[in-house]
């Protein structure tokens, strides 16, 4: 039996998933699983029973992934499972900004009790005269999977798309449409770009890379779109150039004490994965993985150890979390050896200083096999999976 502790709700279509071998409960202390969303983790004491977190969602921010990756805690994420509804938000949130729906829209509320209303709007509407999409220039910073599909759908607005990412994947490159202009440079996209969205998780690399220095690069007059993380642009700075006229509309999704009062500024309440079509998406990869990791020892998404799949467990299986160090693999199979198991399948991995290695046997290891590989230096957890 293994439980399972949820720090948020997580949709039923993904909790359903989980077999009879699996219970919820209240005390996360005593869980083998923890799903969670948005819940803040940092200061959360982590059990020694504790072997998987998966975020029903792209970001970990919330969750202390080296303190995980110390105590051998695989951290999971779904990433793109709320892609196609965070695309969706960012059109809107362009389009509310270049329409002026939002400040439209309230004015016509304080018309309720006008007698002459359609009037009043056909004479007042000319203040709210906005721009259109088609024919502009968007550079769409980080082409993941949100990224990729904002830069496709602004194509078909017929905008001119500039994309800018040095880490793409092969597959996601493939996916672009042939119209993307992808440049090498950032300062390409400041320099010429009407409109700029944000694409990138929050690492410290990418903390406040919209400043000053970047802002004094753009044309006057544009429009950043933030639906990433509210920490890659310096509010103090955005709140400057936002008064030196550089940027006309700020739209974010994660508003905060200074965001809020900035003028010019459309704050939405962290909507960008908020439909029942994304909520379920990410319960239901959540689920798959943790489940996949737990019963075969496979690892799909993790955000700090390597993806590594030897399909469904057959007989007996040892996985080894470790750091990523020469003659790991010799050290393991040595051990195997010196008990007469005769290994019959083997795959290992490395993530950065992180490695995981996985060990088919046709006959069950014994007591004093497991004993040694958690003996040594380096390994961070040791687990048996028997089918």
């Known amino acids: 039996m293994y439980n399972i502790k949820c720090l948020n709700p997580i949709a039923a279509v993904g909790m359903d998933s989980f077999s009879d071998d699996y219970k919820v409960i209240d005390d996360a202390n005593d869980a083998e699983i923890i799903l969670v969303r948005s819940a803040e983790m940092k200061e959360m004491e982590l059990s020694d029973k504790l072997e998987a977190i998966a975020r029903a969602g792209a970001g970990v921010n919330n969750i202390p992934i080296d303190r995980c990756s110390d105590k051998g805690i695989v951290v999971f994420n779904t990433p793109g499972a709320n892609a196609n509804g965070v695309k969706e938000l960012v059109i809107a ?107 990138l998780p929050a690492l410290e690399s990418t903390k406040g890379m919209l400043n000053k220095e970047a802002f004094k690069q753009m044309k006057k007059g544009m429009t950043v779109l933030n639906f990433a993380r509210g920490t890659l642009v310096n509010d103090d700075d955005m709140a400057w150039a936002i008064e030196e006229g550089i940027v006309k509309t700020y739209v974010t999704d994660f508003p905060n004490a200074k965001s809020i009062k900035m003028k010019n500024t459309i704050c939405i309440p962290h909507l960008g994965a908020s439909t029942e079509e994304s909520e379920d998406n990410c319960a239901q990869m959540a689920c798959k993985q943790v489940r996949d990791y737990i019963e075969n020892g496979n690892i799909t998404n993790s955000v700090n150890f390597p993806n590594c799949d030897m399909g469904m467990c057959k007989n007996f299986r040892v996985t080894i979390l470790h750091e990523n160090k020469p003659n790991a693999i010799a050290t393991f199979t040595s051990v195997y050896g010196d008990e007469h198991i005769n290994i019959s399948d083997l795959l290992n991995k490395s993530k950065g200083d992180n490695a995981y290695t996985m060990i088919d046997s046709d006959t069950a290891p014994t007591d004093a096999v497991i004993e040694k590989l958690k003996a040594l230096e380096g390994v961070k957890r040791v687990r048996v999976i028997t089918k």
């Open 93 to 199: 949130g362009m389009l509310a900004s270049t329409r002026n729906l939002i400040d439209g829209s309230n004015w016509v509320n304080t018309l309720k009790d006008d007698p002459d209303i359609e009037k009043t709007v056909e004479k007042g509407k000319k203040q709210f005269v906005g721009t259109e999409a088609g024919g502009k220039k968007i550079g769409v910073i980080g082409l993941g999977a949100i990224g990729i599909r904002v830069a496709n759908t602004c194509t078909r607005l017929g905008m001119e798309v500039y994309g800018y990412d040095p880490y793409i994947s092969v597959s996601n490159a493939w996916s672009l449409t042939k119209s993307v202009k992808h440049v090498s440079k950032i300062e390409e996209i400041f320099a010429t770009c009407d409109f700029i969205t944000l694409h």
